[in-house]
């Protein structure tokens, strides 16, 4: 598995977990993340998880809601 394909993994996997299942904001799932004991480490910012769950919108992943801010679908 990529390392981007790796980090998309523990995106979902925390959202599924923990995000109650409506389309949350990068930083909501930073502060998911923030709180999951093991992922803390793996992304610093916002903008990183914008970019791994943009891309894999490409592909049909993640569906973005381009509202201000922008809302992730997993």
């Known amino acids: 598995m990529s390392l981007r394909g790796s980090a998309f993994e ?4 925390v959202v599924t977990e923990r995000g109650g299942g409506e389309p949350l904001t990068a930083r909501e799932i930073l502060h998911l ?3 999951s004991d093991d992922a803390h480490e793996e992304f ?4 990183e998880i914008a970019t ?6 490409q592909t049909g992943d993640v569906t973005v809601i ?3 801010p ?3 679908e997993l």
């Open 33 to 35: 993340l923030d709180e």
């Open 52 to 57: 791994v769950l943009g891309r894999r919108a």
């Open 44 to 47: 610093k910012s916002t903008h």
């Open 70 to 72: 922008y809302r992730y």
């Open 66 to 68: 381009r509202s201000s």
């Open 10 to 13: 523990r995106i979902r996997e």
